[in-house]
């Protein structure tokens, strides 16, 4: 019941149909040459792919959609969201984008990681994230995303007691429809992607009390960090991993109320 695919999630300002013009290129040098629109994937003509997005975009009123595909069955999809009446806004009124990556068929932490870095790059993303499965699903329902009876897989399962245990918050971000600062992340993930006006923001880092988390963080080109919450892909079956995941929720309390 938890083989779930994986997704990364960015939230960025909103963007125009223009901006997939520069997304699917650069989608297409991190992974495979094999183009679609829509599922079909005899669609190989990346000019094709590109006007077939940007005309779902503008019919849809900011929404939009692709695949990529590759071996075996293997493809990553892609969601644009700028559509006013499907995303949260903030009290000036200032719109901004949701972009999901999901990878079907893909259990890859490192191709996540340069999905995750290049297109909140190219976005000018205030922050994403990316949580491998099961643990992405497993957190959430920890967190107060889901309903009573995803809660009772943690429950019926020994091996995550100590996620049951746990001290971890109840995300108001999973409840409320306006977002009183974009620039405050709905959540943590395994990796994080955080624009340096969301480090300002969190107070990150502090040079008092955060070198371990710094240590494990990296700097883009753009001056954003990407901060990893444990060394190896997050498993909530681990107690250390629960751990980390807890102290992290308790210095960046700001996430998700």
């Not at 599922?39 to 900011?62: M, Q, W, Y």
Request: net charge neutral; aromatic share 10%.
């Amino acid at each position: 019941m938890l083989r779930r695919d994986e997704e990364i999630l960015i939230h960025s300002p909103g963007h125009d149909e223009a901006f997939i013009d520069r997304l699917v290129p650069a989608l297409l040098a991190i992974w495979g040459d094999t183009v679609s629109v829509g599922g079909d994937p005899r669609t190989r003509d990346i000019e094709s792919v590109i006007r077939s997005a940007k005309e779902n975009f503008v019919a849809s009123l900011g929404a939009s959609g692709f695949h990529i595909f590759g071996r075996d069955k293997q493809r990553i999809s892609i969601g644009l969201n700028t559509a006013e009446r499907m995303v949260r806004r903030v009290p000036t009124g200032q719109m901004f984008s949701r972009i999901s990556i999901g990878m079907v068929g893909l259990k890859d932490p490192a191709l996540a990681s340069r999905l995750l870095i290049t297109t909140s790059e190219l976005a000018d993303a205030w922050f994403g994230y990316y949580t491998p499965e099961p643990s992405g699903f497993l957190l959430a329902v920890r967190l107060g995303a889901y309903g009573a009876d995803d809660v009772h897989l943690i429950r019926a399962s020994k091996k995550y007691a100590r996620l049951r245990a746990s001290d971890l918050p109840k995300l108001s971000a999973f409840t409320h429809t306006d977002w009183p600062n974009p620039r405050i992340p709905i959540r943590l993930g395994w990796l994080n992607y955080w624009s340096s006006s969301t480090c300002t923001e969190l107070g990150f880092p502090n040079r008092d009390g955060d070198a371990e988390l710094f240590a494990h963080s990296q700097r883009t080109e753009k001056g954003a960090l990407v901060l990893q919450l444990t060394p190896e892909p997050l498993d909530l079956s681990l107690n250390y991993h629960v751990e980390a995941t807890e102290r992290a929720y308790k210095r960046f309390w700001q996430i998700g109320q």
